[in-house]
């Protein structure tokens, strides 16, 4: 089936250290995000991509980085410099980044940093 | 930047009884969309709106783009149980490398059986 699949579902980990999830699309879409949700808050962009190797910066960067070195994949590394990580993290897709811009989720990630 | 201001915040209603909710910017777009998200889940897109003045319904939704272009509602008529969820509206002005999605802080939707 196509879709969005983000990994793992929950995650763990220690103040200090730096974690990676993953989100892979089987859409052909050119276009991927990541969206931070905070409980009562709506979804905000921390980066987005309109094409392989080239990715920009949205709203709330700091603390994180991107990398789109396949089509399929974009992968998302919260650093240690994130002040608040811990979060639901969502990644989408759209088959373009400008005209055709329905944008479709993946099932998203929590992130526990204790 | 732009901003999106959803309303209400919150309902409880009784299984039957039909929705609305709104959204309202303080800028134009030109695309409208609206999501509903089940609690742990990515949200699931219902309806896109692509023109002021369009009306789309997809079953016992219903969705309205404004003529200002700074707004768009989402009815639900006859709510049933399985209606329960987070309810976001998102708007895009296309436009140079200005196309990302804002949304709004969600409608959390509660129906009594």
């Known amino acids: 089936d196509g879709g969005i699949t983000q990994s793992p579902k929950y995650l763990f980990r220690k103040e200090g250290q730096n974690v990676t999830l993953s989100c892979e699309q089987n859409?052909?879409?050119?276009?991927m995000y990541w969206y931070r949700q905070d409980p009562g808050q709506g979804l905000r962009l921390i980066y987005y991509?309109?094409?392989?190797?080239?990715?920009q910066k949205g709203d709330i960067a700091e603390g994180y980085s991107v990398s789109r070195e396949k089509k399929e994949s974009f992968p998302l590394t919260v650093t240690s410099a994130q002040k608040n990580p811990t979060a639901f993290y969502l990644c989408?897709?759209?088959?373009?980044?400008?005209?055709?811009?329905?944008?479709?989720f993946g099932q998203g990630t929590r992130l526990t940093v204790v | 930047g732009q901003q999106l201001n959803q309303s209400p915040q919150s309902m409880f209603i009784q299984e039957g009884e039909d929705v609305s909710m709104n959204c309202t910017s303080s800028?134009?777009?030109?695309?409208w969309l609206w999501y509903k998200q089940d609690p742990g889940e990515g949200p699931v897109l219902l309806i896109a709106?692509?023109?002021?003045?369009e009306l789309t319904s997809n079953g016992r939704l219903t969705a309205q783009f404004g003529i200002t272009r700074k707004d768009s509602f989402l009815n639900i008529s006859a709510s049933i149980p399985s209606d329960v969820g987070i309810y976001f509206c998102?708007?895009?002005?296309?436009?140079?490398?200005?196309?990302?999605?804002?949304f709004g802080k969600g409608t959390l939707l509660t129906v009594n059986p």
């Open positions: 989408a897709s759209s088959k373009d980044g400008t005209f055709n811009t329905e944008a479709f």
């Open positions: 859409l052909n879409h050119d276009a």
């Open positions: 991509s309109q094409i392989v190797n080239d990715f």
């Open positions: 800028s134009i777009f030109n695309t």
């Open positions: 709106l692509y023109k002021a003045g």
């Open positions: 998102a708007g895009q002005l296309r436009g140079g490398s200005n196309y990302k999605l804002t």
